[in-house]
């Protein structure tokens, strides 16, 4: 038998073994165990080494508070830094390593920290790395980082799925010890829907861990009866292995589920863990209370651990540090570890008690009015040295020491709202004052402790919250059960003590905190920085009080007036993974797929992200090796022949009602109402700033029926701000709006072959000539022998061109049809990056025009600002700094030597001026080769570029340190005149 | 936070955008003497009180109605939450 | 009759069926659907007339009604979505226009969309991943609009606790699909 500290009882299964490793050593525990009480039946006291001095540690705490055994868990991808091995739960397999520590546990190197403590101390960082500036970044830093710190990354990607979910309840219990079984039984009998939620695997709290009786049961056969109940109702949902990790505004809870954490690989499709959102109509916090140690002489030392998680070991996982111990209180409750111990086996060698007064309560020797002031054991101790009432010291010798300064309720949830805790003298603690909206606190949370009452209050608070919501419910019959008081005297620390460990997890002792007041850190807030007591995983749970007991005494002010500082979410560490669930990698958000996606897909297209759409950029041909051979092609062939593009991504709003044309008047810079039936209009829509906000084209389908189209990108919010001019501005017009853009497959078709290809498609009852369907003529059509469709004659590209629209399922049947109707045109297909190209070339603003920044003016659309109508954003266009003669005004450019480029972004300079802001003269928006001219063309905004044509100007790149002579031309370098898309 | 439509009751407010100060429902008149500045101040003025405030959602992820939300900016508190048509029919605005 | 092939928002030929333990996701490309929205100071002649067309008054809001081919469901003040089934009622909204007259606005939306049903005795435990809607409490005949994956989506209850219709945004169908099976997966 290795588990050498293991002994008798406890709610482990003996029956069934599992075998782990810790450090590459292996050993056995048991289901039931977590891996430090595991490790502890095995004779481990040594787990791990401290963030700053590299001191050897053990276990402080048996639950989630724990500082100090931080270990990683698994191995390879799946390995998990700074798991705390107090809630690691053991499954067989478990591979787990101690951290920061090299080159192994029992010798670390960077020990010599320890010895080299007097330069360590709060502050150093800040006061020792000060200068010279630049050995910052590249020096210290990087050294601190590898000498400090806690856990390793594997570096590989996590193979585990996180999941995400949304619950609802009428009332969420928070905990699941006493009070919140109690309340969940008075809940869950009155029908309501409930959750309770602990962050362990077995419920009941502290049932778990004392020999208290419930009636004739013990504490745990009552809490497995009673979940027994719970299990079996309906309306109750139990989330064991689930922290409540937040209480954000209006009743929402965040919650962890730990789904697959308690084994080696989770079950296929399962994920590790759940991230929940928890709507309450009313909450009940029952998370009950964490221990407090006493601060003395190099009191981190392993087998020093807290009297209450010495017997949660011993009670509830039959495991002991040691089989010799000595308890450390202040209080009553330290004298219980005694008993439960002794009761045990154990050998107690002594109870010591600050309280001159303290009342003999176990069968052991009690050292009234002592004090631990220090002890021996580097790796694990081995005795401790106490001062005795009279001022003599004694040495004890002990492989274990029980500290209890009593404890602090788990006031955390109820600070999330920014509530405050208040101080309760008789308990020296802080419990709850103001809660979050709905929510209650019950039992120890709320500063009662005693068995009893924790019971009868989480019965109570349930009966009250469900009260608000009006169920009647009837509080649960309660066994008997403990109802002893609190009996304490505060005590925080050994006078005299310096190297006393008040936050191991920092390693923050109580010279520390003095240093910090002396150097005037006296705000809890700035002790908290300076020192950085109570941060990182375990935020101070087991060290804040005494930090601030210390400030307090220093600064000759009452705790209270001291203050705390505040609880923020979470309450224990959530891995990034679990905040991102199911959003990552390829599924990081949702794509959108264009109607003609599977037949791209087929020829090999190269697809881009525009927003959430997935576009054809180029589509290449065999042979083709650079995206430039595929780009050119497909804009050559368009224009010398036809080219097909799908554009289904342009957002369509459909707008009707009698008043529809006169909502466009006002939404759009230009005038719709005398747009006729049949016809399209260009509209370009401003925010009421005067800035362009979007253009797009407008059909006029009926007298009281209009088809919009906006950008790509402005779709979602040119539809938001249709509904605010709606609802908000004008809530009588009668006009009804509703998004299309994914009803209809909208193919462009442009080149001088575009009308012969379509009327292929079209059918023949429709005329589509020059004629019949001039320029910016549109209309309701059928095609390929009768599916509805319909057809605007517009042009991006500034040849002559259609879109043509029919039902989306339709769409990919018509990129088909089309391409076989169009090779005797040698059509092609082009994607976004010709359609770029094209437009540059014809000097159509797009997206880097349209940047948020440029009116209409500066884009050469002045005149299209009509001043006979209200519309949003005509009044502010007006204002003088965005009228001035000197204004930005787009023009096309081009390379005074064409074998030159030059980019996006670039910036104007006047020839033989330096390159700097004060000389700027505009930027550079697009930048295209084009193949029709061969040559490099641009587009950009100039000061006063409308009547600088002809000028040599240098396009300046300081990124790149490099600049290019351009000659200032117009935006339209391809069919100035627009004869090609009237033809 | 959880914002209570009147049509269609508590809503995660996840599904809500937010735009701002209800004021903005009150447009100027082009057609004023002194209408830049009324579209000025309009635009560019805006209170921020550190207490009630009222302010426009727009359900987007839902039934697409503006909504005009009184707010506790200190604490969260939403006291009343109305269809934002209603409010601006109210303040005299129509078609 | 056109010679244009059909495919379905997951770009099949044919809708797509999965099961997953107990729960069965199901395209669902066979429903045309329009959207209707009240003109003006119309709303009686509305309720008259889509009473005489559908044959049941319009849902109030978060509702869904049907009878025979039609099936209708509130999305906003005065809005609804109609639909019926595809293959006698394509060109639905011309159909519903003629019943409305000028009392409404119609607007095609059959392929604006894509439609899944997912039916089981678990579903709710999947939608409980995917929606912050309390689909554990919604009724048959309760429809809302909801966010799922980022997406807006409609989410209507037909069987309660046991059949659910999700309408998602025809692009983003093979996203929704993604999203439906892995949460089905992982309370498999």
């Known amino acids: ?983 | 936070m959880i914002i209570n439509h009147p049509l269609l009751g508590p809503r995660d407010s996840q599904e809500f955008t937010y735009l701002g100060d209800a004021s903005l429902i009150d447009r100027p008149d082009w057609q004023a003497e002194d209408a830049v500045d009324r579209f000025y101040d309009y635009l560019y003025e805006r209170e921020n009180p550190a207490g009630e405030h009222r302010e426009l959602w727009f359900h987007e992820q839902g039934d697409r109605s503006w909504l005009v939300v009184t707010r506790n900016t200190l604490t969260h508190e939403i006291t009343n939450v109305e269809l934002a048509r209603d409010v601006a029919r109210a303040r005299g605005r129509g078609k | ?188």
């Open chain 1, 1 to 983: 038998m290795s588990q050498i500290n293991r002994i008798s009882g406890g709610q482990i299964d003996r029956a069934k073994s599992l075998n782990f490793t810790f450090d590459g050593k292996s050993y056995q525990g048991h289901p039931g165990d977590t891996l430090a009480s595991a490790l502890l039946a095995n004779g481990v006291r040594l787990m791990g080494r401290s963030f700053k001095y590299h001191r050897p540690r053990g276990l402080l705490s048996s639950g989630s508070e724990e500082p100090n055994a931080l270990v990683e868990l698994r191995t390879g991808a799946r390995q998990e830094p700074n798991t705390r091995a107090t809630v690691a739960e053991l499954f067989d397999g478990l591979e787990a390593k101690s951290q920061n520590r090299w080159p192994s546990l029992a010798f670390d190197a960077m020990g010599v920290n320890d010895k080299l403590s007097p330069f360590l101390a709060a502050g150093f960082y800040y006061k020792t790395f000060m200068w010279p500036k630049a050995f910052w970044e590249k020096l210290y830093e990087p050294i601190i980082r590898r000498a400090a710190g806690l856990g390793s990354l594997s570096m590989e990607v996590d193979p585990d799925t996180y999941d995400k979910g949304f619950l609802h309840c009428d009332l969420l219990i928070i905990g699941a010890g006493p009070a919140g079984l109690a309340a969940a039984l008075t809940a869950g009998r009155a029908g309501a829907d409930v959750i309770l939620a602990d962050e362990d695997f077995a419920l009941g709290g502290r049932l778990n861990a004392e020999t208290f009786t419930l009636g004739d049961a013990s504490g745990a056969d009552w809490a497995s009866a009673t979940v027994a109940e719970l299990a079996n109702l309906p309306n109750v949902r139990l989330m064991p292995r689930t922290t409540i990790l937040g209480a954000f505004d209006h009743g929402i809870y965040g919650a962890l589920e730990r789904v697959s954490d308690h084994v080696a690989v989770p079950a296929s499709g399962k994920p590790r863990q759940t991230l929940w959102r928890i709507y309450t109509k009313r909450s009940l916090l029952c998370a009950g209370a964490t221990e407090r140690p006493i601060a003395f002489d190099n009191n981190d030392r392993p087998g020093i651990m807290l009297a209450g998680s010495l017997r949660a070991f011993a009670n509830r996982w039959a495991a002991v540090p040691d089989r010799q111990v000595a308890i450390f209180t202040n209080n009553d409750d330290g004298h219980r570890t005694a008993t439960d111990l002794l009761a045990k086996g154990v050998r107690v060698a002594a109870v010591i008690d600050t309280r001159a007064d303290a009342p003999r309560m176990a069968d052991c020797e009690l050292l009234a009015g002592a004090e631990v002031i220090d002890c021996k054991g580097r790796l694990g101790l081995t005795s401790i040295t106490v001062r005795l009432a009279g001022g003599q010291t004694r040495q004890i010798a002990c492989g274990a020491l029980g500290v209890s300064g009593g404890w602090n309720p788990n006031v955390h949830l109820t600070c999330h709202q920014r509530g405050i805790p208040v101080w309760n003298e008789a308990l020296a603690a802080f419990v709850p004052g103001t809660n979050p909206v709905g929510m209650s606190v019950a039992g120890a949370a709320n500063g009662t402790f005693s068995t009893a009452a924790a019971l009868a209050t989480g019965a109570e608070g349930a009966v009250r919250s469900l009260a608000d919501l009006g169920f009647k419910a009837k509080a649960a019959d309660l066994p008997p059960a403990e109802d002893a008081p609190v009996n304490l005297s505060p005590f925080w620390y050994v006078k005299g003590a310096s190297r006393a460990w008040i936050d191991q997890q920092n390693d923050v002792t109580v010279k520390d905190v003095k240093l910090a007041h002396q150097e005037g850190y006296r705000s809890v807030e700035h002790l908290k920085r300076y020192t950085t007591l109570g941060m990182a995983t375990d935020q101070g749970k087991t060290a804040n009080m005494g930090g601030l007991a210390i400030m307090a005494e220093m600064t000759g002010k009452s705790i209270p007036e001291t203050g705390t500082t505040i609880f923020r979410p979470p309450y224990t560490p959530v891995p990034i993974a679990a905040f991102a669930g199911r959003s990552a990698g390829a599924d990081f958000r949702p794509v959108r797929l264009t109607p003609s996606h599977v037949w791209a897909a087929e020829q090999g297209a190269v697809f881009v992200e525009v927003g959430m759409w997935k576009r054809a950029q180029w589509f290449p041909k065999p042979g083709e090796t650079h995206w430039r051979q595929s780009v050119d092609r497909e804009v050559l062939a368009t224009r010398q022949s036809v080219g097909i593009c799908d554009v289904t991504t342009l957002g369509k709003i459909d707008v009707q009602g009698t008043d529809a044309a006169e909502f466009l008047n006002r939404i759009y810079a230009n005038a719709f109402g005398k747009l006729a039936v049949g016809k399209v209009r260009y509209g370009l829509m401003l925010r009421e700033d005067g800035m362009v906000m979007d253009d797009g084209t407008t059909a006029r389908l009926a007298e009281d029926h209009f088809v919009t189209t906006t950008t790509t990108a402005n779709a979602v919010s040119v539809y938001r701000h249709m509904e605010f001019c709606r609802q908000c501005l004008w809530p009588d017009l009668d006009v009804q709006i509703i998004s299309t853009t994914e009803a209809w497959a909208q193919l462009s078709v442009a080149g001088p072959n575009a009308r012969k290809l379509l009327q292929k498609i079209v059918d023949a009852e429709h005329d589509i000539s020059n004629e019949a369907f001039p320029y910016m003529a549109c209309g309701e059509i059928t095609v390929c022998g009768g599916l509805r469709a319909r057809l605007f004659r517009i042009s991006f590209s500034g040849e002559l061109a259609y879109e043509i629209a029919v039902p989306t399922r339709y769409g990919d049947g018509l990129i088909r049809a089309m391409v076989e109707a169009g090779r005797e045109f040698d059509a092609v297909v082009y994607g976004t990056e010709a359609l770029g190209v094209m437009r540059i070339e014809k000097g159509h603003a797009a997206g880097n025009e349209l940047n948020g920044t440029t009116t209409a003016l500066n884009l050469g659309m002045g005149g299209m600002v009509s001043k006979k109508k209200d519309s949003i954003g005509s009044t502010l266009s007006e204002r003088e700094g965005l009228t001035r003669d000197d204004a930005l005004n787009l023009v096309g450019f081009r390379p005074v030597d064409r074998s030159r480029a030059f980019v996006a972004g670039s910036h104007f300079i006047n020839k033989g001026d330096a390159a700097n802001a004060a000389n700027d003269q505009g930027y550079m928006t697009s930048v295209a080769y084009s193949p029709n001219l061969g040559h490099t063309v641009g587009l950009g905004f100039l000061k006063n570029g409308a009547n600088r044509k002809g000028e040599i100007l240098r396009a300046v790149n300081p990124v790149a340190n490099e600049e290019v002579e351009v000659e200032v031309v117009s935006a339209h370098f391809v069919d100035p005149e627009g004869e090609r898309l009237r033809a």
């Open chain 3, 1 to 188: 009759m056109h010679n244009l092939a059909a495919i379905t928002p997951l770009g099949g030929a044919n809708a797509r069926e999965d099961r997953i333990g107990g729960i069965t996701i199901a395209e669902k490309p066979d429903r045309a659907m329009a959207s209707l929205a009240t003109r003006m100071g119309r709303d009686g002649d509305v309720a008259k007339a889509a009473k005489k067309l559908f044959g049941f008054a319009l849902p109030e809001p978060g509702r869904m009604e049907s009878k025979g081919d039609w099936a209708a469901f509130w999305t906003g003040p005065g809005q609804w979505m109609v639909t019926a089934p595809f293959v006698s009622h394509e060109d639905i909204a011309p159909i519903v226009k003629a019943g409305l007259g000028d009392a409404a606005s119609i607007t095609e939306q059959t392929d604006g969309w894509a439609q899944f049903d997912v039916d089981g005795s678990d579903v709710v435990d999947m939608l409980e991943r995917l929606c912050p809607v309390p689909s554990r409490r919604m009724k048959a005949g309760d429809a809302t609009r909801t966010s799922i994956e980022h997406l807006g989506c409609f989410v209507l209850c037909r069987v309660t606790g046991e059949s659910f219709t999700v309408i998602c945004p025809r692009s983003s169908a093979a996203s929704m699909h993604h999203a439906l099976s892995v949460a089905a997966r992982s309370i498999a």
